[in-house]
């Protein structure tokens, strides 16, 4: 008998969730869609990524790719590119694939594939999340260094027929959430439809289609295609440092869980396709960002526009014109701030445009994606009315999706300010909410850098000032060029654990990567430069801020080191009118104050101001 033929390959399985109880509420739209999709999405990156269809299954499909990377970066692709088409389609009518990949030996018998590689990557398929991505650990070994996103190990898991357990990991896609926690269930099957329905289904489409679940649809949104930059004097030379800054932005970009940023292998290529809403439609983006770089002698220009994919609009535009002595600074430059002024998850480019869509919705209409644009939005009023509105969105953003680790981070804030900024009489009611919901977002993502600086502020509270320093830290690593990111560190580091000139920088190196930053960064500026012993800078800083007890209070101690008694009285004054319910006490027991160099500064400035004493607010 002749041997039966061996090799080896990446295999995909996937199934689809609930087919059953889409074609029984409305057959006909189902099967409409799935031509649309699959004429529209999945035929061009099957074809694009070499995906070979080798079975057709009562609940599912094994499809064969030649590498792993190929394999990953087709299934990511389809993800996107349905959840963008699907953006409006209600929840019940969404449609979700259970997806596993493994690397493995397989046997060929014509057309068919068996072995324990397929078997692999079908258990994992039954033991994932819908909605999910799980990878065996022969498929992650070659993966490594190769993705732009995180990949959490998930334990290993003893399958049916396979000997020994498989190492197993997820694939943490934008929205999906913290390190998971792997949720083992019998495979049942599918009740309610058989092998002629999967093959009717298949034949439309050629995989079935993958989508963001409903738990995962608050950040389906901001999906971003970067294509490779043109180089229009066609030099080498300024080929290559086009592609290296189309590289590092997509690299940037995909530090941030709230965006998702297709792999340069598959963005890459589009740059002389002229019409936008095709990329965005291959790719299931959202926005595409292009640009060019242009060298004349020594000067350079870079130019960058973000276009909205669905709409073919501009949304933002820059040109950074620049001298090309020094091309490793100038392309870590230009990638810091074109990054900065796209990703930050409050004020960048893509959340004010997603924030625009979402105000223009119906408010029954709006998800817990909505709700957290519009709640970060009201919070960076600064004022109370804002404070309060942002609470109310927010609460509502996380009572729709509890585990959307970003919005309790923000929530947390918005009660921290409505507790330190005199908004509220109960001071302690609100920094108590402020504790819980900042551990509540570390708890579902450890790495949320905007949680990790609140949690430094609660640790500093409990005493642990070195592990408040090393969430600091951790948090501008995570982030270095999020703007939001480094404001609020700047805000917090002066007055945690000291170091004002660091934080001085920070803020400023903040304002210079979001040139439209609300004026809450000045807020941060103006107590990092009164803490530093800058009282005019700070003065100046805390005039762009929004007036709260806050900065009213860094321009009366400041205005009174200086001398100026007469500005000082009235600041006061207007501090004990407009918010009663500050008081210098409390802002230095519930931020907490707690470096002894800007104790020293604000119980200085306080005592020659006359604050002391000024408010009987409840404390923490």
């Known amino acids: ?60 499909a094994i499809i064969e790719f030649a590498s792993v990377v190929q394999a990953v970066a087709c299934a990511v692709d389809v993800q996107a590119a349905l959840a963008a088409q699907q953006l409006e389609v209600p929840a019940d009518r969404q449609v979700v694939l259970r997806i596993g990949i493994n690397l493995g030996d397989v046997v060929a018998e014509g057309d068919d594939l068996f072995g324990d590689g397929v078997n692999v990557a079908a258990r994992l398929e039954q033991l994932c999340e819908p909605g999910g991505i799980l990878v065996s650990g022969t498929a992650y070994d070659q993966l490594q260094g190769k993705l732009e996103f995180p990949i959490d190990y998930v334990g290993a898991q003893q399958v049916k027929n396979i000997a020994r357990p498989v190492r197993t990991y997820r694939l943490r896609l934008p929205g999906s959430g913290p390190p998971w926690r792997l949720r083992l269930r019998p495979h049942l099957g599918h009740a309610g439809w058989g092998a002629a329905a999967f093959v009717a289904l298949f034949s439309l489409l050629g995989l079935g289609w993958w989508l963001w679940s409903s738990d995962d649809q608050p950040n389906a949104k901001r999906t971003i295609a970067v294509l490779r930059f043109d180089a229009l004097d066609g030099d ?40 936008v809403r095709k990329i965005g439609r291959e790719l299931g983006v959202r926005y595409v960002l292009e640009g060019s770089v242009q060298n004349r002698g020594d000067d350079l220009r870079v130019t960058t526009q973000l276009i909205d994919a669905a709409t073919g609009s501009h949304v933002w535009a820059e040109r950074y014109d620049r001298s090309s002595s020094d091309l490793f600074a100038v392309q870590d430059e230009i990638t810091a701030r074109v990054v900065g002024s796209l990703a930050s998850p409050r004020t960048g480019e893509i959340a004010k445009s997603d924030r625009e869509i979402a105000r223009r ?15 970060t939005d009201s919070l960076q009023l600064g004022t109370k009315e804002g404070v309060f509105a942002s609470i109310d969105y927010l609460e509502k953003a996380v009572k729709i999706d509890p585990e959307f680790a970003r919005a309790w981070s923000e929530l947390g804030i918005a009660y921290s300010m409505a507790g330190t900024l005199g908004f509220t009489d109960d001071v302690k009611g609100a920094m108590g909410m402020f504790r819980q919901d900042t551990l509540r977002a570390l708890q579902l993502d450890p790495n949320d850098w905007v949680a990790l600086g609140q949690r430094a502020t609660l640790r500093a509270a409990d005493g642990d000032m070195t592990g408040a320093q090393d969430d600091f830290e951790r948090a501008i690593d995570l982030a270095p060029n999020d703007a939001d990111n480094l404001a609020l560190i700047a805000y917090n580091l002066p007055l945690v654990v000291g170091d004002p000139v660091r934080s001085v920088e920070l803020a400023k190196h903040a304002l210079r990567l979001n040139p439209s930053a609300p004026s809450w960064y000045h807020a941060a500026l103006a107590v990092a430069e009164y803490v530093a012993g800058h009282d005019q800078d700070a003065i100046n800083a805390a005039m762009k801020a929004p007036v709260h007890g806050e900065s009213l209070m860094i321009r009366a101690m400041a205005n009174a080191r200086l001398g100026r008694t007469d500005q000082s009285t009235a600041l006061v004054g207007r501090i004990r009118s407009e918010f009663p319910n500050f008081s210098v006490e409390a802002y230095i027991q519930n931020w907490p104050v707690t470096s002894d160099e800007a104790l020293t500064t604000f119980r200085d400035g306080a005592s020659k101001a006359g604050l002391l004493g000024g408010s009987t607010a409840d404390t923490q």
Request: zero cysteines.
């Open 236 to 275: 080498a030379r300024w080929g290559r440092f086009a592609t290296g800054l189309s590289e590092d932005i997509i690299t940037d970009l995909a530090r941030h869980p709230e965006i998702f940023v297709t792999a340069r292998q598959s963005s890459f290529g589009y740059e002389d396709e002229g019409d």
């Open 1 to 60: 008998m002749e041997e039966r033929a061996r090799r080896l390959v990446a295999i995909l399985a996937a199934d689809i969730v609930g087919y059953s109880r889409l074609m029984e509420a409305d057959e006909a739209a189902t099967l409409a869609a799935l031509r649309s999709l699959r004429s529209e999405v999945f035929d061009p990156l099957l074809s694009k990524h070499g995906g070979h269809i080798v079975k057709l299954m009562g609940d599912g």
């Open 361 to 375: 919705k119906p408010p029954a209409s709006l998800d817990a994606y909505d709700l957290y644009l519009l709640g």
